[in-house]
């Protein structure tokens, strides 16, 4: 079992690396579908205890958003994997755009979180941390330039 938390502001590229990446092997936990954050943390508990790979599909802008679920995956032994996404916003406010419905946000909003945004770091208690980027060729995985 593993947990894998994606870092990164909206239009960023998560959701799309999830599907791509992760649909057929994890359970994606996503605020926007669920609703609230105790839904949320409740989903991620009932993974823990029934030894669920996840993943955490949401911002996860700062530390003090973090700090909880790496702690809950912690005290149960788990694989704890940080993948933080690029966030050139000019590109995230573009990706957005296209978006429709509930899932397109205001520009105030992506701004917002590229305002806030936090570096992981490896003291967080990452098992492991990745940089994620998107590319005209695809999306892009490289291991963080931190050891861990």
């Given at each position: 079992?593993?947990?894998?938390?994606?870092?990164?502001?909206?239009?960023?590229?998560?959701?799309?690396?999830?599907?791509?990446?992760?649909?057929?092997?994890?359970?994606?936990?996503?605020?926007?579908?669920?609703?609230?954050?105790?839904?949320?943390?409740?989903?991620?508990?009932?993974?823990?205890?029934?030894?669920?790979?996840?993943?955490?599909?949401?911002?996860?802008?700062?530390?003090?958003?973090?700090e909880p679920l790496l702690?809950?995956?912690?005290?149960?032994?788990?694989?704890?994997?940080?993948?933080?996404?690029?966030?050139?916003?000019?590109?995230?406010?573009?990706?957005?755009?296209?978006?429709?419905?509930?899932a397109k946000l205001p520009?105030?909003?992506?701004r917002d979180h590229h305002?806030?945004?936090?570096?992981?770091?490896?003291?967080?208690?990452?098992?492991?941390?990745?940089?994620?980027?998107?590319?005209?060729?695809?999306?892009?995985?490289?291991?963080?330039?931190?050891?861990?």
């Amino acid at each position: 079992m593993e947990v894998i938390m994606f870092i990164g502001i909206p239009g960023s590229g998560k959701s799309t690396f999830y599907f791509e990446r992760f649909a057929a092997t994890h359970l994606r936990i996503n605020r926007d579908m669920l609703g609230t954050r105790h839904r949320e943390h409740s989903l991620f508990r009932w993974c823990l205890d029934h030894e669920q790979s996840c993943v955490l599909d949401n911002t996860n802008t700062t530390r003090a958003i973090r700090e909880p679920l790496l702690q809950a995956a912690l005290e149960k032994g788990v694989k704890f994997k940080g993948y933080f996404f690029q966030s050139r916003i000019r590109e995230c406010l573009e990706r957005n755009r296209l978006r429709t419905g509930a899932a397109k946000l205001p520009d105030l909003a992506v701004r917002d979180h590229h305002a806030r945004i936090e570096l992981p770091t490896p003291t967080e208690g990452f098992t492991s941390l990745h940089f994620v980027r998107l590319t005209a060729e695809g999306i892009l995985t490289e291991p963080w330039l931190h050891e861990i």
